[in-house]
């Protein structure tokens, strides 16, 4: 895992088009990377091999005041249900934690029931719904939160969830680098 930089841009773009329809552009990547209150983060295979895509998964918050606003959380559907989801959504916590946030908070589509899944997993709770909240389909926006980043035990529960996490990709033969990209099943060390 680690922040996108200017030479990632156009595989972000790509998984972005394929998975969101365009949510983002470059230049909204673009300035993403610039901000200092954003954290980008992406999970990349550490060895470039043509049965591989360029980029696994996407993931980012926006630091505002004492929140860490998660606004993007995506794995290559190629790779869904091994782990890397949650993989990701540790790292944003563990760097919301860096970073002194309290509490992070999301929107979901109400329909999306795999993502609601994964954060509940992780201890978020549902705090509200935004009727109507996606112009194209009319369709509601829950609103999730997770309190207490900043407590001493939420330390210790990142700490069980990297074990866990660790463990859970391993059985689907990923593995963390030392510099903590991921290295592909069959290992390539
Ligand atoms: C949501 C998303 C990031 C999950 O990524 P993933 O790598 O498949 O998730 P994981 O394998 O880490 O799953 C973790 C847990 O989440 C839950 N989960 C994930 N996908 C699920 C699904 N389709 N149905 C039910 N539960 C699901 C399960 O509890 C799962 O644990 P398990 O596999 O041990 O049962 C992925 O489906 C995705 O990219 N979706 C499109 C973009 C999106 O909707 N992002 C969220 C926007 S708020």
Known sequence: ???????????????????????????????EIDSPNSELWILLPTVADPETPALIGLGCFWAILEEAHITLLMIHPDYHRQGLGQ???????????????????????????????LYEKFG??????????????????LIFWLQGLHQPEFALKLDLWKAQVTQHIAHHGWQLSPFAALIPPPFST
């Open 1 to 31: 895992m680690q922040p996108v930089t200017i030479t990632d841009l156009a595989a972000v773009v790509a998984l972005d088009h394929q998975r969101l329809g365009g949510m983002w552009g470059l230049e909204s990547y673009r300035r």
């Open 87 to 117: 993989l990701l959504l540790w790292q944003l916590l563990a760097q919301a934690t860096r970073r002194g946030q309290e509490r992070a908070t999301l929107e979901v589509r109400a329909s999306n029931g795999g993502a609601i899944a």
């Open 124 to 141: 978020f709770t549902q705090i509200g719904r935004r009727k109507g909240y996606y112009p194209e389909t009319g369709e509601d926006a």
